[in-house]
């Protein structure tokens, strides 16, 4: 009779529902959004548009920590608000106000800028929260000149949460035994068009576009000083035809096709087309995230038109990775967005740190002795600044 039990028992647990863990996706609500690539170019009006909303029918914060890869810059951060089902949109060099009260969005300074951001659910204490509600994309926007004029478009890489869930430390962790969110993706596989290869367009092909493309590549760990990995990319052309090369890569690679000599070695074989896939190295700290930029130019036509590859996403990465969301704090006390000046906003976000409701994550700036919280005599340091400026 046990023997029988036991017999049952073990049936019912072969069929239980199993639930696949959470992956890495760009078209499912998730709790960490990835963008892999942003950038601004004053000078060339050059911008990105950043979209993200709320699907849930509750309101979410949202924290978004930008690391920069150009070295034109210091990372920075900030957070705002959405309530159930709300959008929100704003152009990285511009920055802008969320509506409903959602809370003010920083320019980002300097003239040129390139890099990553991150933004994931936060609560209201400024915390974390890991609930699978946001989606977005960024689009880069060329100006300048009307016939310059154009825009590429891509939808972020969400990680959803596990069950597990993230803490209030300052570090996301990806992937592994304690993993707080999914693990970044193993490997990117991008279908392109090699550098020299045309495409016929309208009746007959009687306009014929040529392409130019660049790889970009994103680790999913993060921080302020960096993350170092080196990866391997591999071609595979329409013929078979494999090469493969290993470069190594500060948090991001942003790389011509015609740069790198695996690409350049099959296009000068005939090549037109083939599959690029990118795989971390073996030992490496981190997973990538990759997109191609393809450029689509015409003989008698000084247009340029630009369109995002996006990638397939291949299997998880197994190593657990991190994102660390704690920046260092800026000279001046009270500098959420390190603008060079303390606002009323900044203050206010001050005071609730200081009150416990909201974490000293949200603003690094004005923990001055980095033991994790705000005291009377920071927040003064803050007023003082507010008073008299970053420079007085």
Do not use: K
Request: with cysteine.
């Amino acid at each position: 009779m046990r023997r029988a039990r036991l017999l049952v028992v073990a049936v019912l647990l072969l069929l239980r529902p199993v639930h696949a863990a959470g992956q890495a996706s760009s078209s499912e609500p998730a709790a960490l959004l990835m963008f892999p690539y942003v950038t601004v170019d004053r000078a060339a009006a050059v911008d990105t548009l950043i979209e993200i909303t709320n699907t849930a029918n509750l309101p979410v914060g949202v924290r978004c920590v930008y690391y920069d890869a150009s070295g034109a810059g210091a990372s920075s951060a900030f957070t705002f608000r959405l309530t159930m089902q709300q959008p929100a949109a704003w152009r990285l060099g511009a920055g802008g106000e969320v509506a409903l009260d959602g809370g003010t969005i920083p320019a980002l300074a300097g003239a040129t800028r390139e890099g990553v951001l991150d933004c994931y659910a936060v609560g209201d204490d400024g915390a974390p929260s890991g609930t699978d509600v946001l989606i977005g994309a960024a689009t880069i926007e060329y100006g300048g000149a009307a016939a310059a004029v154009d825009a590429a478009r891509y939808n972020a890489i969400g990680l959803p949460a596990t069950e597990i869930g993230p803490n209030a430390d300052g570090v996301l962790r990806l992937g592994g035994v304690d993993g707080e969110y999914a693990g970044c993706p193993a490997a990117a596989a991008l279908p392109v068009l090699l550098d020299g290869a045309t495409v016929g367009l309208g009746s007959g092909g009687t306009v014929e576009h040529v392409l130019s493309s660049t790889l970009i590549v994103a680790t999913c760990s993060q921080a302020a000083a960096g993350v170092s990995i080196s990866v391997e990319i591999l071609l595979t052309n329409e013929f078979g035809q494999q090469f493969s090369i290993t470069r190594p890569i500060q948090s991001q690679l942003r790389v011509p096709f015609s740069a790198i000599d695996a690409i350049d070695a099959i296009a000068a074989q005939g090549s037109s087309a083939g599959t690029l896939r990118v795989t971390p190295a073996e030992g490496a700290a981190s997973g990538v995230v990759a997109l191609a930029l393809a450029a689509h130019a015409s003989g008698g036509d000084t247009r340029v038109h630009r369109a995002f590859i996006s990638p397939r996403l291949i299997a998880a990465f197994e190593a657990p990775e991190q994102i660390d969301t704690t920046l260092p704090a800026p000279a001046c006390a009270g500098d959420c967005n390190a603008n060079g000046a303390v606002a009323i906003n900044e203050l206010i976000v001050g005071v609730n740190i200081a009150l416990g409701n909201q974490a000293t994550t949200t603003c690094p700036a004005f923990d001055l002795n980095a033991n994790g919280s705000v005291a009377i005599n920071e927040l003064i340091a803050a007023v003082n600044r507010a008073l008299s400026g970053c420079d007085g």
